[in-house]
């Protein structure tokens, strides 16, 4: 892999990709797509799942017609990823209603390069245990999500997708694998692996603000990471604020690029 703009754009593709999947196990045929920028309905009133990509810098007017009127009508809030290499005006998108938030490191790394042991960490609790999210297991995977959003009414969206998904066949979603860690029996931690056709995708690691600091995320991203290794993908790619990018650089991965991040919320 070349650590490139063609890196990046493999970052990006796997987050509309991912966007769109999710979005279309509850709204089938809600991601529309225009020359630059795909739209992903997922029906819910949910910041997280509906989503917009944007890989190039258009008029305002062009993000107000596709975007922001098509969820504003709905009373639903989105969140809009800029991935160009040339910035879009803030104070235009502000004045739109999108609100800039932290921008996001776009990470890439070749599988068979991966060092999944540079996560360990030295006091590792051997009361944890992470396995794969059955469906049984959903709800408790919603409730670790839920609470790790920061937000009540985004929580409660999160927990309507997540146990929606025990009604659909396992084969229908089966390009997200999620992961769920317990300590002592209690969930504490979740992520995901999300299947595209040209990389797997690293997602919605979180660890309960109660047991951060202990080395569960470290142990949940190592799991996740060996779990990357046994697929047949040959990349895998992460999104990760600037200040937790070291740890997916120690284990192999490179910075690729920044991706701005907006919210609309009604």
Not at 25 to 52: A, C, F, M, W, Y
Not at 242 to 257: E, I, S, T, Y
């Amino acid at each position: 892999m070349k650590y490139s703009l063609s890196a990046k754009n493999l970052v990006c593709r796997n987050l509309e990709n991912h966007a769109s999947y999710c979005a279309g196990l509850l709204n089938p045929n809600h991601t529309k797509e225009i020359t630059g920028i795909v739209r992903s309905d997922s029906g819910l009133l949910s910041g997280r799942l509906n989503q917009v990509v944007s890989n190039s810098v258009m008029p305002p007017r062009i993000l107000q017609r596709f975007a922001l009127d098509y969820f504003a009508e709905r009373h639903s809030p989105f969140t809009l990823w800029h991935s160009a290499s040339k910035p879009q005006d803030d104070s235009a998108l502000a004045e739109m209603g999108l609100q800039r938030r932290q921008s996001q490191v776009a990470m890439a790394a070749e599988i068979q390069r991966l060092s999944p042991d540079a996560a360990a960490g030295a006091d590792e609790n051997e009361k944890l245990v992470i396995s794969s999210v059955k469906k049984e297991d959903l709800a408790s995977y919603a409730e670790v999500q839920a609470a790790g959003c920061g937000s009540v009414q985004e929580g409660a969206q999160l927990k309507k997708f997540y146990r929606a998904l025990v009604d659909i066949p396992e084969q229908k979603r089966a390009r997200l694998k999620f992961v769920l860690a317990r300590l002592e029996g209690t969930p504490v931690a979740a992520g995901c692996l999300f299947a595209s056709a040209d990389a797997l995708g690293l997602y919605d690691l979180v660890t309960l603000e109660a047991y951060r600091s202990r080395g569960i995320g470290r142990a949940l991203f190592r799991h996740l990471l060996q779990q990357a290794q046994a697929s047949h993908h040959r990349s895998l790619v992460a999104l990760a604020p600037a200040n937790k990018q070291q740890l997916p650089l120690d284990c192999g991965f490179f910075a690729v690029g920044e991706v701005a991040r907006y919210v609309y919320s009604p």
